[in-house]
């Protein structure tokens, strides 16, 4: 199974991104798909997660501005970032939670990552 996340850039105080994550191999179901951020010198944080019933979470500082969607035909999660903020640069990974088979225990699957780099 493989993850690729795409969708990054510069972008100005203000602006918006959205990010795709699409998963690839073999996949039976996918449950929770999530995205985490890294910014230089900071731990890695979770910033939003989505579940196969399309329930979400958002960590408290993106509430209002990120909003998390996934495609379920397509194997795909995106993260629509609006009114982005310097304090949002970091390289942002997506994760997934695969099954791939359907006996077969679920396994978590990360992408490599996309920078996204926001000026003030």
């Known amino acids: 199974v493989q993850l690729q996340a795409s969708g990054g850039g510069l972008v100005q105080a203000g602006g918006s991104l959205r990010l795709s994550c699409a998963a690839s191999?073999?996949?039976?179901?996918?449950?929770?798909m999530r995205w985490y951020r890294r910014a230089p010198g900071k731990l890695r944080e979770l910033v939003a997660t989505i579940t196969r019933g399309n329930l979400t979470d958002y960590v408290d500082s993106v509430k209002g501005r990120f909003t998390i969607s996934r495609d379920n035909a397509k194997n795909t999660v995106y993260l629509q970032m609006n009114s982005l903020k310097p304090e949002d640069t970091a390289v942002y990974y997506c994760?997934?939670?695969?099954?791939?088979?359907?006996?077969?225990?679920?396994?978590?699957?990360w992408g490599q990552g996309t920078q996204v780099t926001v000026s003030s």
């Open positions: 191999g073999s996949i039976f179901t996918i449950n929770a």
């Open positions: 994760n997934a939670d695969v099954v791939t088979g359907p006996l077969q225990y679920q396994h978590s699957y």
